[in-house]
Structures are given as structure tokens and as C-alpha cells.
């Protein structure tokens, strides 16, 4: 079983930064993949970026490239994501995820575990 917690959410102005951090309890092998998600009212939970716990790859989803960064702390459990120039269209509810297996996807059908979640509002 593996437990994400989420935290780093807040309100900022178009072109602001802000840094989420998703701590993982359980264990998370090297071989695994988290992932950052979000979803705006209305809308489809969509992937934006995931990570290799071990050997951190990356990937993005094409809105967010150049924009957010996603990293890991692997002695910590623990995965970022760094997040400037700040647009209105960024303002949802982003989630933490781990695919529990030894592959990456920014499909919301093939996650099995997901934190609560934090709210991130970007105003114009």
C-alpha cells in the first residue's frame, strides 16, 4: 500500500510560480513511476508530467513543457513539482499518483494509487 500526500497548493497571480511536494509512506521501488495529474471544474482529470522513481525520466504533457518541471527526492520518497509562469488555464485541483508498477502513463485508468489532492488558483 503505498500513501501520497500532497502539499505546496496556494492562490497566485498569472506569470507566479508555485512548487508542489507529494510525500510517499509505503514502499516505492525504483522501478515504479509517480506522476502529477490535474483537474479543472468541469474537466477531465489530465496527466502533466511523471517521473521514474529510480532513474528519473521524465515526461510532460505538451500544455505545461518548458513551464513545469517535475523532480524527485529519492532518499525522501518524496516528488516536486515546480511550476512558473503561471497561467489562468493552470488553475485546477492537482493530484499526486503512482502507477504501483514498473511502467509510466499519463492515463488516469492505469494509476492505482492517488493522493488527496491540492487546489491551485492562478488569477489574471
Known amino acids: 500500500q503505498v500513501l501520497l500526500v500532497e502539499s505546496g497548493g496556494g492562490s497566485v497571480p498569472a506569470g507566479g510560480s508555485l512548487r508542489l511536494s507529494c510525500a510517499a509512506s509505503?514502499?516505492?521501488?525504483?522501478?515504479?513511476?509517480m506522476a502529477w495529474f490535474r483537474q479543472a471544474p468541469g474537466k477531465e482529470r489530465e496527466g502533466v508530467a511523471y517521473i521514474w522513481f529510480g532513474g528519473g525520466g521524465t515526461n510532460y504533457a505538451d500544455s505545461v513543457k518548458g513551464r513545469f518541471t517535475i523532480s524527485r527526492d529519492a532518499t525522501r520518497s518524496t516528488v516536486y513539482l515546480q511550476m512558473n509562469s503561471l497561467k489562468p488555464e493552470d488553475t485546477a485541483m492537482y493530484y499526486c499518483?503512482?502507477?504501483?508498477?514498473?511502467?509510466?502513463?499519463?492515463?488516469?485508468?492505469?494509476?492505482?494509487?492517488w493522493g488527496q489532492g491540492t487546489q491551485v488558483t492562478v488569477s489574471s
Open positions: 509505503g514502499y516505492i521501488y525504483s522501478s515504479n513511476c
Open positions: 499518483a503512482a502507477t504501483g508498477g514498473a511502467y509510466c502513463s499519463m492515463d488516469p485508468q492505469k494509476i492505482r494509487y
